[in-house]
């Protein structure tokens, strides 16, 4: 199963943005797949945030924020989460998942601290 | 409301056998593919498993292949899992989830609140 790298941590203070990444090995094109996000708070199961191929083909998920966005960077081959506006709230575990075959692959998740 | 209800978590000696289930309710159960990712303590998620809206298509971790079946009744709402020769490295919270389409391959837009298994002598 490949594996999607995710930075252990990050921090950003509030009103600031937050720029979370997801890299895919290289024998995997990050063009070729639609990149989901997940965010998961202490003691809860995660929520879908929304997922993001391409700027005509990406999805939000029911009562997610637009201050929540995706993106690719194709050279790094790399997907990205946009938070913008951060809030206090957004303080939480994310995680990105891929569909490379009929199986899951899930990221190592990044832990958001909102300073 | 719609809302998935996991049950049949426990303590459970290594080489011991266990049945998972999810109950859903508040959306047309058959018209979407199913999973179970797990996640052991203080670790991240993995995918163990899903199964399309007529079980034509099922997929498994390699971690659980031959160890664990997964199956659903559309007439009760309910999906399962079938876990067998557990092993310690098993020990996690089990969640149900909701794909959005009817074969799979896209978002988990539902989850349940999880149902704890532990594997330990």
């Known amino acids: 199963q490949p594996v999607l790298t995710q930075p252990p941590s990050s921090s950003a203070s509030p009103g600031e943005s937050a720029r979370l990444t997801c890299t895919l090995p290289?024998?995997?094109?990050?063009?070729?797949?639609?990149i989901y996000w997940y965010q998961q708070k202490p003691g809860s199961p995660p929520r879908y945030l929304l997922y993001y191929y391409s700027d005509s083909d990406k999805g939000q998920g029911s009562g997610v924020p637009s201050r929540f966005s995706g993106s690719k960077d194709a050279s790094a081959n790399t997907g990205i989460l946009l938070i913008s506006g951060l809030q206090s709230e957004d303080e939480a575990d994310y995680y990105c998942?891929?569909?490379?075959?009929?199986?899951?692959?899930f990221g190592g998740g990044t832990k958001l601290t909102v300073l | 409301e719609v809302q998935l209800v996991e049950s049949g978590g426990g303590l459970v000696q290594p080489g011991r056998s266990l049945r998972l289930s999810c109950a859903a309710s508040?959306?047309?159960?058959?018209?979407?593919?199913m999973h179970w990712v797990r996640q052991a303590p203080g670790k991240g998620l993995e995918w163990v498993s899903g199964i399309s809206w007529n079980s034509g298509s099922i997929g498994y971790a390699d971690s659980v292949k031959g160890r664990f079946t997964i199956s659903r009744d559309n007439a009760k709402n309910s999906l399962y899992l079938q876990m067998n020769s557990l092993r310690a490295e098993d020990t996690a919270l089990y969640y149900c989830a909701k794909d959005t389409h009817l074969d799979g391959g896209h978002a988990f837009d539902i989850w349940g609140q999880g149902t704890m298994v532990t594997v330990s002598s």
């Open positions: 290289s024998d995997i094109n990050v063009g070729s797949y639609n």
């Open positions: 508040g959306f047309t159960f058959d018209d979407y593919a």
């Open positions: 998942m891929i569909w490379p075959s009929n199986a899951v692959v």
